[in-house]
């Protein structure tokens, strides 16, 4: 099981901004595609985009078009979610998952690797 490390979560108002951190431990992140996925209380668990090792990015989620931005830095070994215009239903725990492949996927069965988690409360 690889490690994943996540940072960043927290409490935000509306319209808020916060970026989430998901940094590799004992390997090499260059070499994997990055999912970036959230869950809501009670609900299922939402891809939303996928990174491969190129850099390219492919989106999930209409509903964080134009207020998300995914990046990653192979140099840092850490990939990041830029999230600006916080709404509450944003609200939910977001994780980060690896998978050694070429390809990308927003499912979550594709992934075998995922960080804790981390909690993003949006509230006045």
């Known amino acids: 099981q690889l490690k994943l490390v996540e940072s960043g979560g927290g409490l935000v108002q509306p319209g808020g901004s916060l970026r989430l951190s998901c940094t590799a431990s004992e390997f090499t992140l260059a070499n994997y595609v990055i999912g970036w996925f959230r869950q809501a209380p009670g609900k299922e668990r939402e891809g939303l985009s996928c990174?491969?090792?190129?850099?390219?990015?492919?989106d999930y989620a209409d509903s964080v078009k134009g207020r998300f931005t995914f990046s990653r830095d192979n140099a840092k070994n850490t990939a990041y979610l830029q999230m600006n215009s916080l709404k509450p239903e944003d609200t939910a725990v977001y994780y980060c998952a690896v998978q050694r492949s070429v390809y990308c996927s927003g499912s979550v069965r594709f992934f075998d690797n995922w960080g804790q988690g981390t909690q993003v409360t949006v509230s006045s």
């Open positions: 990174i491969k090792r190129s850099g390219t990015i492919t």
